[in-house]
């Protein structure tokens, strides 16, 4: 099964300041999706990555896929209090007969 | 843009009893859906895939016959929760694929279960 690991698991920064959030997986990543989540709550989607190399920016959050399509980064710059919440990675398999979440990051941002 | 609905939001029913979830493609067609569960301050991990007009596929360590998935048509999913325990309760989620955009996915607002 495709496993994605989340790093860090919970991030608590100061209002203003950048953060990094990674997603690693063991396979092949064929399409890797980015949400933001409150828990119970319904999935907010960010952003879609495909391509080696691939980096794709939304207001002040930047995604990035790397060359080998294993890794993925997810970057804020200048955090605000909105950007708190679950931040989950997911993956789908090669023929998209199956997708998965990565184990997930809960940001905390204080004002 | 595509939209996924689920019924009903929240559900409190008492232990021993069943329940059923409903996920629909309000304006397109899914081939496939996929259910998920989610704990509190955990992720989603994916339950079963559910494909139309087939028999579901479940992840290791799900139940088949305690969570009972039909996908009878094009729209419309459903997870049955057969004899619920206190131990059930938990955020209930849907992703619905077009049919011809494997690429595409979107999510129910997710069913909040409670077994008391």
């Known amino acids: 099964s495709q496993e994605l690991e989340q790093s860090p698991q919970s991030l608590i920064v100061q209002e203003g300041k950048n953060l990094t959030i990674n997603c690693t997986s063991s396979?092949?990543?064929?399409?890797l999706y980015w949400y933001k989540q409150k828990y119970g709550e319904g999935l907010i989607f960010l952003m879609m990555?495909?391509?080696?190399?691939e980096e794709k920016s939304h207001e002040k959050i930047t995604a990035k896929l790397d060359e080998k399509k294993q890794q993925s980064s997810l970057h804020i710059t200048a955090s605000q209090p909105s950007h708190a919440g679950i931040y989950l990675c997911?993956?789908?398999?090669?023929?998209?007969?199956?997708?998965?979440f990565g184990s997930g990051t809960k940001l905390n941002v204080k004002p | 843009g595509a939209v996924v609905s689920q019924h009903p939001s929240w559900v409190i029913c008492k232990s021993g009893t069943s329940v059923k979830i409903e996920c629909r493609s309000l304006?397109?067609?899914?081939?496939?859906m996929f259910w998920y569960r989610q704990f509190p301050k955990q992720s989603l991990m994916l339950m079963a895939t559910?494909?139309?007009?087939?028999?579901?596929?479940?992840e290791q360590g799900v139940e088949k016959d305690k969570f009972l998935i039909n996908h009878a048509s094009l729209t419309l999913s459903t997870l049955t929760v057969t004899s619920a325990h206190p131990e059930d309760s938990s955020f209930y989620i849907c992703?619905?694929?077009?049919?011809?955009?494997?690429?595409?996915?979107?999510f129910g607002p997710g069913t909040r279960l409670t077994v008391t």
């Open positions: 997911g993956a789908a398999t090669y023929n998209f007969n199956k997708f998965y």
């Open positions: 396979k092949t990543l064929y399409g």
């Open positions: 990555l495909q391509k080696g190399g």
């Open positions: 304006d397109f067609q899914a081939t496939t």
């Open positions: 559910s494909n139309e007009g087939s028999k579901a596929t479940y």
């Open positions: 992703n619905a694929v077009p049919a011809d955009l494997l690429y595409e996915q979107y």
